[in-house]
């Protein structure tokens, strides 16, 4: 008994490791694509909220005000 579960752990690590290694990618591959959809996704405007343009305009406040 103890040959055969010797024999099956180094194949069992291995594609245990493979799998997570997988899996991970996967992840990290959907996070990536969401987050790039999410960077080209036109951001709406609510009404009463000055808009992007209107923000660069404003000059910076100062430390003392």
Do not use: C, N, W, Y
């Amino acid at each position: 008994m103890f040959e055969i579960v010797s024999a099956l752990l180094p194949p069992l690590v291995v594609g245990t490791a493979f799998v997570i290694g997988v899996v991970k990618l996967a992840r990290s591959e959907g996070r990536a694509k969401a987050a790039e959809a999410r960077e080209h996704r036109p951001v709406p405007v609510t009404p009463g909220s000055p808009s992007a343009d209107e923000q660069d305009e404003k000059p910076p406040a100062s430390p003392g005000s």
